[in-house]
């Protein structure tokens, strides 16, 4: 028998609670993509933070973008033209292009993002509408009006 591990698919969805749900975004997947690394994490009971490493990029080379439950981070890094007649030997830190997207869920919306040591910060809080949040209903029980109904014995 075999064990199932649904990790991975937890990777590019955020605030989700049903599995099916994160079955049915899984439709687009991002290509196999590695870079830039990432972390997803729960901040609160409704909130969520995206943690993307971007070292080397600044607020400029940087764009964020939500639109219709799709959270796109683009990074596209400027040549550096201070560093002319530098001759680069070995590049390990990559400077490269990218764009990520998300599947936000309903009703997720991006708080604020920070850019602080080589790390993105994208807050995310999702707010429910009133309408939708479920709702108590209050059973009243009145002692003196209560009728008993009785029930007749069958032979």
Known sequence: MRHVDFSPLYRSTVGFDRLFTMLDSL???????????????????????????V????EDDLSIEAHRNVLTIKGEKSEDKNSEG????????????????????????VSGAELKNGLLH??????????????????????????????????
Not at 29 to 39: A, F, K, S, V
Not at 55 to 58: N, R, T, V
Request: net charge positive; no cysteine.
């Open 27 to 53: 439709a687009q997947p991002d290509g196999g993509q590695t870079y830039p690394p990432y972390n997803i994490e729960r901040t609160g009971e409704d909130a969520y933070r995206i943690s993307m490493a």
């Open 55 to 58: 070292a080397g990029f600044s």
């Open 86 to 109: 530098v001759e680069v030997l070995y590049r390990g830190i990559a400077g490269r292009s990218f764009e990520r997207r998300f599947q936000l869920a309903d009703h997720v919306e």
């Open 122 to 155: 994208i807050d995310l809080k999702r707010n429910i509408p009133e309408e939708m949040k479920p709702r108590k209903i209050a059973i009243s029980t009145s002692g003196k009006n209560a009728r008993q109904i009785e029930a007749k014995a069958t032979h």
